[in-house]
């Protein structure tokens, strides 16, 4: 009866001399981390822009709606026209967040 003596038995007792990280996922963790690191030092400014640029866009919606009903800005009836305006938005908010909830 041959034996294969060139078998090494105990080969799978050694530790595996593999990286136990690749460098892919080590450069992926680099990669995430320099975003995250990014985001919180930068993300209060840009969310401050964000509002800035909201606010203009609202208010230059509110001045061409309002113009295009003979309600310019500086009449007297603009304050109102900006009102209705902004109680059509926040309805029509509410409308989404309730369609959001599954409420009908």
């Known amino acids: 009866m041959p034996t ?4 090494n038995y105990n080969a799978d007792a050694r530790p595996s001399s593999k990286p136990r990280f690749s ?5 992926f963790a680099l990669a995430v981390s320099a975003c995250a690191v990014y985001a919180a030092a930068n993300g209060p400014a ?7 640029l909201k606010t203009e866009r609202i208010q230059q919606e509110d001045r061409m709606f309002c113009e295009r009903f ?16 902004a109680e059509v ?11 959001a909830a599954g409420v009908p």
Do not use: K, T
Not at 4 to 7: A, G, L, Q, T, V
Not at 23 to 27: L, Y
């Open 46 to 52: 840009l969310w401050s822009n964000a509002q800035q």
């Open 70 to 85: 003979r309600m310019p800005p500086g009449s007297e009836s603009f304050p109102m026209c900006v009102a209705s305006l």
């Open 4 to 7: 294969d003596i060139s078998r």
């Open 23 to 27: 460098s892919f996922s080590v450069v």
């Open 89 to 99: 938005r926040s309805l029509h908010g509410d409308r989404v967040a309730a369609a």
